[in-house]
């Protein structure tokens, strides 16, 4: 799974839960709340109800899935944006 998780992966994993109910900007946006959800230093409880009211309880199997895997996919996908702005940088600077 570590290799599977780049900048974009949580938003493809929201698309991918919800289907065809849900289009492009609202899954960018449920996956940045997602990813700060994860991200906060409160307990896994608490998560875990965060993410039930962000994402519904229908969604209850991608929400372990994210539980489960909380600290890769924060870190993953922090690590994976990192490097997507250090590359646009650099090919901004070789334009220059």
């Excluded at 996956?31 to 109800?49: C, F, G, K």
């Excluded at 991608?62 to 940088?89: D, F, G, H, P, Y």
Aim: include cysteine; charged fraction near 25%; glycine fraction near 4%.
């Amino acid at each position: 799974m570590l290799q599977e998780i780049d900048a974009y992966w949580l938003q493809r994993r929201i698309g991918r839960a919800y289907g065809d109910t849900i289009d492009a900007p609202r899954a960018q946006q449920l996956a940045e709340e997602v990813l700060t959800t994860l991200a906060s230093p409160t307990d896994s409880r608490a998560v875990e109800n965060e993410l039930v009211l962000a994402l519904g309880f229908e969604q209850f199997e991608l929400i372990k899935e994210l539980l489960r895997n909380r600290l890769k996919v924060v870190w993953c996908t922090r690590l994976s944006r990192t490097q997507v702005r250090a590359l646009a940088v650099l090919c901004a600077c070789a334009l220059n």
